[in-house]
């Protein structure tokens, strides 16, 4: 349209409708390779260090990374007074290292809501903000889910990434182990758990699915497949791969059927590494669990994907494990915006946290093009944006529905029996 028709047309009104759509750019084409969608993002570190939404738009996402998921860690690092870590010459700001416990920090879901309804619907429409705040062993969780949602309605679309059995974090969970309030013991296969404060048996997490289930929000639970015991330091003392989660993960699955649940990284992490039998694991979870995806992110996972070790299951494993579970599996990052403070073993200083660069955010997806490449363009599609873009938009669709018939609801007296 030339400008001089454009300015005939634009009245007061229209003028302002028009100046906020076309103060940005439309969203990016999903299409191609080079496009992804990142399921599995944490915008701020342990330490609430991070980005805003304006920068990941601007500086991370640009064109290639065409949706993303905005997760905060749920989890603040405390900075104890008396530990003295790195000889007080540097703050913690991870979770390896400082011996003080680790607690839920809800005001990151403010945080995040309130810039995400400043933004354009063409911004929001690329962001999908999950809810962190909560204590997945308190059944209150799901009232401080609800609360999230009738505060900031049109900000959330899912919860999590959030945590129970994470080798050193779930030992480092601030809170009452298991067995000091539980009637009747705890049950197995988490009898085995060190210092247990988490269980995939606990009552909330039922309760939290649930309400996922309720809302239409999607969550992303973070299990690792078996035991890892760590010290604070990082010591790996024993890697329990005999007791694994599976039966765990299965009872809480059936016990929520209509929640929408991306178990991430299928259940692998830095100290869990995949047994030969993994793959087969996963995908009785999978089949157990019609409502569940998994995500294949984080990249110190994704490179056993590609090398794999003696004994972990092969790159072409993985491909027929792609192939087969198409539209369940979802790609992502796991990448922490904002590095942490590095100290060496005497607690000197090494390097300063500080934002990554757009390269170093961008170097995550080139690690798994081996995987893709072997499982053709059309399902590399699907787990790159496909899938992410049909889970979260559906996603999207019912929490607003849910928000909408829950309007009159009075935040301040909601039931909780
Ligand atoms: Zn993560």
Redesign the pocket.
Known sequence: MPISSFRRICTVAACAALAAGCSTLPPPATEGPGKFADA?F?IANYAYQGASLKQLLRDYMKDDMVRSTV?PLPLQQKWDGFEQYAGDKVAPTYYLGPKAELYYYAFADAMYAKEYLTLTPAEQGRLDLMITGFNPMDRYAAQHIKRALLTFPGAFTGIG?FTVHKELVSRKIAGDPISYTAVGGRQPPDTTEKDGKLSLYSPALVDILKTVAETGLVATL?NDIYPADVTYDGTVEALRPQNNYEAGLTQLCVQAPGASVIW?HTGLGRFVKPTRDHLQMVSRVLDACPGWSVDI??DIVQERFIKPEPGMPSTDEWAQFVTRYQDRVLWGS?TVIYSRNVVDAKGVPVSMGKRMTFDQYMAVPKITSPLFEKVGPQISQKVRVGNYVKLFDGAKKKVRAWEAAHAADDVWDLSAR
């Open positions: 599995h944490h997760m990434e973070h991430a992110s984080w796991d």
